[in-house]
């Protein structure tokens, strides 16, 4: 079983309807989940954190935690074209600041 | 926010060639920083944790000789790869952590061994 899993996709949306993109994980010591969007070529960018279990909100976008099934969720609402890129989702641990990468989700959202 | 640069942000070498890449967090500092490495169509690996001061812990199958890693001071790492070969030719990324858990990127290093 990999640590982190993503539907690596690709997901293919509309403009202006809701994406959702799904992270399972093993490690029950985790205790931070991070969402980050990487540009073709570029390298990753920090768009959402959560720590505690239930939804947590940053404008467009919504991260949704549930440490009992291991799970973590990115909505993005009201998709943009600039949207479109990989979206990686990274569980931590506390203790060290170290991630486990997932392989992350190509998102598309077209005109 | 907090900035992460590294130099160069392109390497083209020749095999058998050492090459050093630098990781400077702008304007914080950062007793631990990050190494990892991306192959195309791939997600990031993480090499080794760099802590400031001390010898760097490397995750498994990544050679320490082969990469050598110095973070002399709090917002300084640098990665040299020894002895480059082809198959070494990937995106190096370096982050930073701000705090225990928000890691900032760098802009990546693409290294191209002929």
């Known amino acids: 079983q990999k640590e982190v899993e993503q539907n690596s996709g690709p997901l293919s949306v509309p403009e202006g309807a809701i994406a959702s993109l799904n992270c399972t994980y093993s490690?029950?010591?985790?205790?931070?989940f991070f969402w980050y969007r990487q540009y073709s070529g570029k390298s990753p960018e920090l768009i959402m954190f959560?720590?505690?279990?239930g939804d947590k909100e940053d404008g467009r976008f919504t991260a949704q935690l549930n440490k009992a099934s291991q799970y973590v969720s990115l909505l993005i609402r009201d998709s943009q074209p600039s949207d479109s890129a990989t979206y990686l989702c990274a569980p931590g641990r506390t203790s060290y600041g170290k991630l486990t990468f997932g392989q992350g989700t190509i998102l598309t959202v077209h005109p | 926010g907090a900035v992460v640069s590294q130099h160069p942000s392109r390497v083209i070498c020749k095999s058998g060639t050492s090459v050093k890449i630098e990781c400077r967090s702008l304007?914080?500092?950062?007793?631990?920083m990050f190494w990892y490495r991306q192959f195309p169509k791939q997600s990031l690996m993480l090499m080794a944790t760099?802590?400031?001061?001390?010898?760097?812990?490397?995750e498994q199958g990544v050679e320490k000789d082969k990469f050598l890693i110095n973070h002399a001071s709090l917002t300084l790492s640098t990665l040299t790869v020894t002895s480059a070969h082809p198959e070494d030719s990937s995106f190096y990324i370096c982050?930073?952590?701000?705090?225990?858990?928000?890691?900032?990127f760098g802009p990546g290093t693409r290294l191209t061994v002929l």
């Open positions: 982050s930073a952590s701000l705090t225990e858990n928000e890691q900032f």
């Open positions: 490690d029950r010591g985790s205790q931070s």
């Open positions: 959560i720590y505690s279990n």
């Open positions: 304007d914080f500092q950062a007793t631990t």
């Open positions: 760099s802590n400031e001061g001390s010898k760097a812990t490397y």
